[in-house]
């Protein structure tokens, strides 16, 4: 079903917008990215019917958002594991789930996760499909998360610009993201071409992002930084962008390829808690053509 153009919500369709699933309700936040799902509990065994229209969604709108439910860190492990094969972060997960990350912020905090624009762990060769997080603690105001989509900032780039990002690739370095946490650390390093190809949707995405990457590749420092800073100001245009602010017991699940997201901390001293997964991608959609 995924990648079906035929089978695809026709977003501009305000009949089908709402009932395009067999099983879930989907309401668009914005025209460009983002859905609320309903008609689901994520704490109960998922159907293959629900898969296949859970996996349409994030097709469909790049990010799917769910209220009210009640996941443990093994429940939301498990429904990760529906989506693909779980990727340990480059900082430590749970004693008990490895795969499990929590993400906290309190008044002992100097950094907190995802506070510059960022596609997850794109210093991976294999960097993840996608991730999905869970909030059970939230500040009073606050705390909320932007994405944005990758698809809309390569379709606003002039027919010239994408022929030149097409010949590059770039180099993105875990350390510009995860040294302030552990200067000590090890971080991979990986190449990835500046244009992408969603191994899904058939979209091309802008692949460049504040969080990791470094440098593009074969050209001079100077031009290199002109370069990113453009891209980075392009791709993060409010018109690409959509906001969501989280209520306890909310769930995100984006699709890593073709988005970025900041999470904005701006509730400092207050307590936001929550832990996330991250699934694997396909390795074949990053391999640089010799």
């Not at 909320?144 to 370095?173: N, Q």
């Not at 100001?233 to 699940?253: C, D, I, S």
Request: hydrophobic residues 40%; negative net charge.
């Amino acid at each position: 079903m995924v990648g079906d153009a035929s089978e695809a919500v026709d977003l501009a369709d305000p009949e089908t917008r709402f009932m395009a699933y067999k099983t879930i309700t989907a309401a668009p936040i914005t025209p460009t990215i983002g859905a609320e799902i309903g008609g689901i509990d994520l704490s109960q065994p998922l159907s293959s019917v629900q898969l296949d229209d859970l996996n349409q969604a994030i097709a469909d709108h790049q990010v799917i958002f769910f209220r009210e439910q009640t996941l443990d860190p093994a429940a939301l492990k498990r429904v990760g594991q529906y989506f693909g094969e779980l990727q340990a972060h480059a900082l430590k997960g749970l004693p008990d789930h490895p795969e499990v990350r929590k993400l906290h912020a309190d008044e002992t905090s100097k950094h907190v996760a995802g506070e510059e624009w960022h596609t997850d762990m794109s210093c991976l060769a294999v960097p993840p499909m996608g991730s999905i997080l869970y909030m059970h603690t939230l500040p009073p105001q606050g705390g909320d998360t932007i994405f944005a989509s990758m698809y809309a900032a390569y379709d606003a780039l002039s027919d010239g610009m994408k022929a030149h990002l097409e010949t590059l690739t770039a180099t993105h370095d875990g350390a510009l993201a995860f040294g302030r946490f552990d200067p000590t650390g090890k971080y991979p390093i990986a190449v990835h071409p500046v244009i992408r190809t969603h191994p899904v949707t058939g979209k091309k995405v802008l692949f460049v992002n504040r969080g990791f990457t470094s440098h593009i590749n074969g050209v001079s420092r100077e031009e290199s930084n002109a370069l990113l800073q453009y891209l980075y100001l392009h791709a993060e245009n409010a018109y690409f962008q959509m906001r969501f602010r989280w209520t306890p017991g909310a769930v995100a699940f984006w699709d890593n390829r073709c988005t970025q997201h900041l999470a904005i901390w701006d509730y400092y001293p207050h307590v936001r808690s929550g832990f996330r997964v991250q699934v694997e991608g396909r390795a074949d959609a990053y391999t640089i053509a010799a």
